[in-house]
Every structure is written in C-alpha cells, then in structure tokens.
C-alpha cells in the first residue's frame, strides 16, 4: 500500500445556522489507493466531501492537497491542481456526442480551452487521444453517438472518460452507482476499478457490495464524525459500525 498522502484534512467542520454537519474530521488518503467515505443516511459524508472538494467553505479546519493548502481556494483553482470530481447526477454535455465531450476534458492540456474564436476543426487532433479514453470505458464504438442517447450506465462511462481526460492527480467520485440497476452497478465498479489503477480515487458511495470489491480503504461517518477507519474488512467487523448500520451490536454488518 501506498504510503504517500495526496489529500488530507485536519479539524474539517462544518456549521449551518448552529447545526454541525461535520465535526472534527481528520483524513488521509494515500496516493494510489480507493478510498471510500461511507456512512448511514444523516452521517455527513457528502457534506465532507464538499468540503474536501471546495464547494462549500468549512467553518474551521484545513485541507491540503500534496502538502499544499487549499482551504480557501475555489473549485476551479482544485481542479486546475489535479482534483477532479464528479457528481450524483449525470452531467454530460447532452447535445454533443461523446468524443466532443471528452474533447471538452482534453481542450484545457492542450491550450484551447478559451480560444472560442477557433474552428472546430482545430480540436480534430485532439480524436486520437479521445478515442483512448472512449476506448478505455469501452464506448470506443460510440463515439459519434449523442450523449443525450446513452443509457444512464454509459453516462455514467462517459463521466469517467471525460474525467480522465483532464489528467486528475485525485478523482472525486460522488455516489458513482446512484440510480443504477443491478447489472450497471457491476460494469461502473469494474470500470471504476480499471480506471483507477496507477491513479488515486475518493469517492461517496452508499453501496456496500461496491466498497467491498474496489476499495483499499474505508472511511466510516456517523453524525459528522469519523466512528472508524481501516480496510472494509475492519470496519465491517466494528461493534460501532454494525450497531450504526443495523441498530444492534451482536451481529456482523450484512453486506
């Protein structure tokens, strides 16, 4: 295991109109692992990962990303760093087929991010390279389809192959089999899996069959605080976690 910190957060808080959301969070995420943040309806952990990810401001609390402070930057000042997240909600450009929209993640590596007065004939050079995105989440033969045509599991794909093209140092994958049916749970987690090898991924995820299979780490929230840390294998055997997850100590969490 990796043992160098990419990301991590010290004393993270967060308040709203008096209520804590989040209290006191320390984290670690090591460079080359799966790190899950997990927890029960109510425990915090898309608040967290806001914070983490700089859409909304913690009360106190610092964040660092490879040894740098990031506390009180913007989300676009992150992503430019190499922190790329993605959302619940499939967000695609609907109207453009996939190889532009992987296109649009290349465009900024490749200095055309802002030329809007350039042909978009210039972008052509970028199709090899977006092809092997496409390739890689297995859209490849798609390529030319509208994104507002796919399935919701091959958005979801095409998120990932978007996200990669802008070369993220740390991607941040928020509720990645939300809404999904059983057999596109299975190709995003294997993709997920595939995609991350050589890279670095924090993701919320609320199924625990997932966390299971992919995830190096395990990080377990209840009422917006860390009740445990440690290999999924740990903490599912943790009193605190079953009894946060079931109601009762005596059992072993049901996965």
């Not at 490879?66 to 967000?91: E, Y």
């Not at 109207?95 to 993640?105: A, D, P, S």
């Not at 507002?148 to 140092?169: D, I, Q, V, W």
Request: charged fraction near 20%.
């Amino acid at each position: 295991m990796p043992n160098t910190t990419i990301l991590r957060a010290e004393g993270l808080s967060k308040q709203f109109y008096g209520f804590a959301a989040v209290q006191n969070v320390n984290l670690q995420v090591n460079e080359g692992t799966i790190h899950a943040l997990v927890g029960p309806n109510g425990a915090g952990k898309t608040t967290c990962f806001n914070l983490l990810s700089k859409f909304i401001t913690p009360t106190s609390g610092e964040v660092y990303f490879q040894n740098q402070p990031i506390t009180h930057l913007q989300p676009a000042d992150i992503a430019r760093l190499g922190m790329v997240r993605s959302f619940q909600i499939s967000a695609t450009f609907s109207q453009m087929t996939l190889l532009e929209n992987v296109r649009v993640g290349l465009q900024r590596q490749a200095g055309l991010a802002t030329q809007f007065w350039r042909s978009t004939r210039a972008l052509d050079r970028l199709n090899d390279e977006a092809m092997q995105f496409l390739e890689l989440v297995g859209l490849a033969s798609q390529a030319r389809r509208a994104a507002a045509s796919l399935p919701y599991g091959h958005k979801r794909a095409l998120e990932l192959a978007t996200t990669l093209a802008m070369n993220p140092k740390l991607m941040l994958l928020d509720e990645p089999t939300q809404g999904l049916g059983h057999e596109d749970v299975q190709q995003v987690t294997e993709l997920i899996r595939r995609v991350a090898r050589g890279r670095t991924v924090l993701m919320v995820e609320h199924n625990m069959s997932v966390i299971s299979s992919i995830c190096d780490r395990v990080t377990v929230m209840q009422r917006g605080q860390v009740l445990a840390e440690g290999s999924y294998d740990e903490v599912s055997r943790n009193p605190e976690v079953i009894a946060a997850y079931m109601g009762e100590a005596e059992e072993e969490l049901a996965l």
